[in-house]
């Protein structure tokens, strides 16, 4: 008897994935819960595991191919040997689409697109009453998704879209170059950053202001307990714990920047949720700290390791990902010594910060060598004043260089 290989639930409000990469091959044997194929999703990579031991019997969809909540992946077959006549078989193909005229109930692909919108997709535009036409299609080639049609019903479609403006094409690369040159796809994981990252400049009127804090203090009581931090905690002492108690601490006096748009309305969150940029070989990701209002430093860094660990590995789950208030994004373990961070829609507000350089400072009429760091907040102009902008960013410098406003509550 065989045993079905389905996609599991991927978590809230995603619908579909794309199949990654399959671990094992027809004929392999597997044993249960072992990781057999990795999903791609919008936001994560997930492992899916063999629901029993046995032998792959079968590949129903293969990689790079799109697939819905529950749909079949594959089969295992009891026992240690392939199923007869299963053998070394090659991935089944997918079938050329037949051309026949689009059913009268489902709303046709979008212009420019040989593949139908995904059932959750056509059902959502059918509800919403919104045309094909007015939505642009992010799937395999093109395929209207549902989350496209959510993405379109926000913006208030009501009249057929312009036709977006195609992307120029690439010239051909000289003849000398085209052997050394390498066509990758993008992942699924890479496609959703680019377009997040691209609407959050397009939908949000984002600014950027700046400043710089004197690093001595954090640095010297880092220095003075971070030996006996370890040894109580089992944790590391980093600068994490202390930016991320500096930010819930000015969240709490200038809430617009806690806060995000819908719509005409202005939510306001009477919690932090801070995520946590992680740069990983497939692309970045937030995971979530969440409730660090809440925490103690330790707590804080014992699950900042636990969700980078996890991000570089390929385990966060999607609870890891979602509800983020605000974000944190590090360059300065790459070396970035400035930039300025991008939102990370919705949220109105996202603090970069830098490398830690020595550098001259003029302190009370003297001339003092001082680590800084460069501290950059981006925010959303629409919702968050420049005044509030300011406050909150002076708020987190003058709690970093006096860390005991964090235990005075100042």
């Not at 004197?214 to 714990?241: I, N, P, Q, W």
Request: glycine share 8%; proline share 5%; net charge negative.
């Amino acid at each position: 008897m065989a045993t079905e290989i389905r996609v599991p639930t991927l978590g809230e409000s995603v619908t579909e994935a794309t199949v990654g990469t399959w671990y094992k091959k027809v004929g392999d044997a597997i044993a249960a819960d072992e990781p057999i194929v990795e999903l791609e999703t919008d936001k994560v990579t997930i492992e899916v595991p063999a629901p029993a031991a046995g032998t792959l019997s079968e590949i129903v969809a293969g990689e790079g191919e799109t697939v819905e909540l529950d749909a079949l992946l594959g089969q295992i077959a009891e026992g240690d040997a392939p199923a007869a006549g299963g053998g070394e078989k090659e991935e089944p193909k997918a079938e050329a689409p037949k051309e026949e005229a689009p059913k009268a109930e489902e709303p046709a692909a979008k212009s420019g697109s040989d593949m139908p919108a995904a059932p959750s997709a056509a059902k959502m535009m059918e509800e919403k009453n919104i045309s094909a036409d007015q939505v642009e299609g992010s799937g395999k080639r093109g395929q209207v998704l549902k989350g496209d049609v959510i993405a379109a019903a926000a913006k208030g479609t009501s009249a057929p879209a312009a036709e977006p403006a195609k992307a120029p094409q690439r010239a051909p690369s000289k003849v000398e170059d085209a052997d050394r040159e390498e066509r990758v796809k993008m992942t699924r994981l890479r496609q959703t950053i680019a377009k997040r990252l691209k609407d959050a400049q397009n939908t949000a009127a984002m600014l950027t202001t700046y400043n710089e804090v004197d690093m001595t203090a954090v640095m010297e009581l880092r220095s003075k307990y971070k030996d006996l931090f370890l040894k109580k905690h089992d944790v590391k002492l980093g600068f994490m714990g202390f930016f991320t108690k500096a930010v819930c601490h000015a969240l709490k006096e200038i809430p617009a920047v806690n806060a995000e748009i819908d719509g005409t309305d202005i939510i306001y969150k009477k919690f932090c949720h801070i995520g946590m940029a992680v740069g990983t070989d497939k692309g970045l990701v937030v995971p979530v700290v969440r409730d660090a209002d809440q925490m103690s430093i330790a707590e804080i860094e014992a699950e900042i390791a636990r969700l980078a660990k996890a991000a570089r590995g390929g385990q966060l789950s999607m609870a890891d990902m979602q509800g983020g208030t605000f974000t944190i994004t590090n360059g300065g373990v790459y070396g970035s010594l400035m930039s300025s961070p991008i939102l990370n829609a919705p949220q109105s507000g996202i603090l970069g910060m830098h490398k830690i350089q020595e550098r001259p400072m003029a302190i009370g009429g003297q001339v003092v060598i001082r680590p800084m760091m460069y501290l950059a907040l981006s925010y959303d102009h629409r919702m968050v004043d420049g005044q509030e902008a300011v406050t909150f960013l002076v708020r987190v410098k003058e709690t970093l260089e006096d860390p005991e406003r964090l235990v005075l509550d100042l």
